[in-house]
């Protein structure tokens, strides 16, 4: 009687080309979604840290914090209140010590202005809200 040999089957194994174009394309999809990730926690933490502080800023004047959000490290504070408001110049100094010296900062009062205070600096300026 004769032996049958088996041969081992190489159906499930990946090898050469193969292993490299499937390790290319799990790259190609995992970097991205690794750095976006990382930016959205960034961006996530930075607007925990600095809710309290400007919650304390907006106190100091009688006004409420409506929003603190946070993109690509630029803060986005929404502020609801009556006049006078409160200096926006003291926000950006107040998380300037709470080291957040590094992120502008965007903030919008009700009424339709909105002061911009670039990081590093202690001037703020006033953008208007297009009409429309």
Do not use: Y
């Not at 004769?2 to 050469?16: D, I, L």
């Not at 106190?59 to 946070?70: F, L």
């Amino acid at each position: 009687m004769g032996k049958c040999r088996r041969t081992p089957s190489t159906g499930g194994a990946f090898h050469g080309h193969t292993l490299v174009a499937v390790a290319a394309v799990v790259l190609l999809v995992a970097v991205p979604l690794t750095t976006g990730t990382v930016s959205v926690a960034r961006d996530r933490a930075l607007a925990a840290d600095a809710r309290p502080v400007a919650e304390r800023w907006a106190a100091a004047g009688a006004w409420q914090i409506a929003s603190v959000d946070a993109r690509n490290d630029v803060l986005l504070v929404g502020v609801l209140g009556l006049p006078p408001q409160p200096a926006p110049t003291a926000l950006r100094t107040a998380l300037d010590r709470a080291g957040m010296s590094d992120a502008d900062l965007q903030l919008r009062l009700v009424g339709g202005r909105t002061h911009w205070c670039p990081a590093g600096t202690d001037v703020c300026t006033v953008e208007d809200s297009p009409v429309g």
